[in-house]
């Protein structure tokens, strides 16, 4: 079997066009222009280049946006007040601060301190809460794009075995509740399970979102399943991988997300979605 693969690319480049339509309506029926603030604190230069690509494709969608950056050492409280500011400014929809942050803050008090209808990452406690009880204000982007992935390749969850590697707050978690309120029958794993292979031979569906380089292997892999590969790595000769053996695995599964043009593409698409989301309720 070679797998089909999934075009993050494509997906993106769609799910853009029509945001862009939804905001120039907005704009035109309400007078509002969605608008994310996007807080940046130090120089790391991973989080310059997301932090960069998520200010452009607010432009390229016809939304305001706004960078906010401060170096590594400012002092906590004045990102505080910055964010004060923000969630009292009618401009700004969503309001992100880009993780991780350096180590003398408190990133839970950061994030809550960001009103929870502005919080378009869906990390505050108040969304978490919304998100476990089934009515989500705002789904985190990462595996709201994995579900947009799911959707558009018509795959069926219900009752279907869905296999999660990685239990983190920002992707396995969430990922989780979403597939189990599809009616999926969810697994979580982590690197405390054992016998991982058992639980991921029986995954339908398999989304690896650990960290590990090429991790999953062919022989991890259900023949047939659908492979969601979250994974970002970095390989020594400097090009991305996934946590997902693509080239062995194709051969196996019935569906895979490619690393890089897979959910990476995705994850800021759906920022763009839950910013325009924040932006229509508020005009409703
Ligand atoms: P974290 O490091 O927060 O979590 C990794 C998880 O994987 C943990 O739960 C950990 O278990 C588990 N894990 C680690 N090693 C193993 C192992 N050998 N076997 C089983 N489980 C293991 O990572 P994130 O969730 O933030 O990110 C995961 C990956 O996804 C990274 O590569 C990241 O770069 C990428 N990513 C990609 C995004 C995108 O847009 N495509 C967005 C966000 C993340 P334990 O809890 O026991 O430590």
Redesign the pocket.
């Known amino acids: 079997m070679t797998a089909k693969i999934l075009d993050g690319n494509a997906l993106a480049q769609k799910l853009r066009a029509d945001f862009k339509t939804r905001a120039e309506a907005l704009l035109a029926s309400r007078g509002t222009r969605p608008g994310l603030a996007v807080i940046l604190v130090g120089e790391d230069p991973a989080s310059q280049v997301y932090v960069r690509n998520k200010v452009n494709a607010c432009a390229q969608a016809g939304f305001h946006s706004e960078k906010i950056s401060y170096t590594a050492d400012v002092e906590a409280q004045l990102v505080f007040d910055r964010i004060a500011e923000l969630n009292a400014d009618p401009k700004i929809h969503g309001i992100l601060v880009q993780l991780p942050l350096p180590k003398h803050f408190d990133s839970d008090a950061v994030l809550k301190a960001i009103a929870p209808e502005k919080d378009v990452d869906g990390f505050h406690a108040e969304n978490v809460g919304a998100l476990m009880q089934g009515h989500p204000r705002f789904i985190p982007?990462?595996p709201y794009?994995v579900m947009k992935f799911l959707a558009e390749a018509g795959i069926d969850l219900k009752g279907k075995e869905a296999v999660i590697?990685?239990?983190?707050?920002?992707?396995?978690k969430p990922m989780a509740m979403l597939l189990m309120q599809a009616s999926a029958t969810v697994t979580i794993?982590?690197?405390?399970?054992r016998d991982?292979a058992f639980h991921t031979r029986r995954a339908d569906i398999l989304v690896a979102?650990?960290?590990?380089a090429r991790?999953v292997t062919a022989e991890m892999v259900k023949p047939g399943a659908v492979v969601i590969d979250?994974?970002?790595?970095r390989l020594p000769d400097g090009k991305l991988c996934g946590?997902v053996d693509f080239a062995a695995v194709s051969e196996v599964a019935s569906a895979i997300t490619p690393?890089p043009g897979?959910?990476?593409p995705?994850?800021?698409t759906m920022l763009l979605a839950n910013t325009l989301e924040a932006a229509e309720r508020e005009a409703r």
């Open positions: 982007c990462t794009g590697l990685g239990r983190s707050n920002i992707v396995g794993c982590h690197s405390q399970t991982l979102a650990l960290g590990k991790f979250v994974g970002i790595n946590d690393v897979g959910v990476g995705m994850t800021i």
